[in-house]
């Protein structure tokens, strides 16, 4: 019903920046969470960043103050700016949505992915 895809990874030198986009089409009625995750290579896939229902937003300690998280609703996408990049930012970042609901949150669709390089 609903469907996801990342956009603007790429390779780029430590300390620079990308802004990774995830377009949301289908189905969306009621789609009010979005998050960013993330899977370094050997390694588990871990969450980055969260842009909640009532509009605020979570970071994990290791992107707090560098990543920012958005929602365009005119192009109907899901941002995740990302500065001040490091080489242990590279990983496979994923796009996720889902709905929140009397507290509860779903987060049952995802992206399949777009790669992001960091050279040191």
């Known amino acids: 019903q609903v469907q996801l895809v990342e956009s603007g990874g790429g390779l780029v030198q430590a300390g620079g920046s990308l802004r990774l986009s995830c377009v949301v089409s289908?189905?969306?009625?009621?789609?009010?969470?979005f998050g960013w995750y993330r899977q370094a290579p050997g390694k588990q896939r871990e969450w980055v960043a969260t842009?909640?229902?009532?509009?605020?937003?979570n970071y994990a300690v290791s992107v707090k103050g560098r990543f920012a998280i958005s929602r365009d609703s005119a192009k109907n996408t899901v941002d995740l700016q990302m500065n001040s990049l490091k080489p242990e930012d590279t990983a496979v970042y994923y796009c996720?949505?889902?709905?929140?609901?009397?507290?509860?949150?779903?987060?049952?669709?995802w992206g399949k992915g777009t790669l992001v390089t960091v050279s040191s």
């Open positions: 842009l909640n229902s009532g509009g605020s937003t």
């Open positions: 996720n949505a889902g709905r929140t609901f009397y507290g509860t949150t779903t987060r049952e669709y």
């Open positions: 289908g189905s969306t009625l009621s789609i009010n969470n």
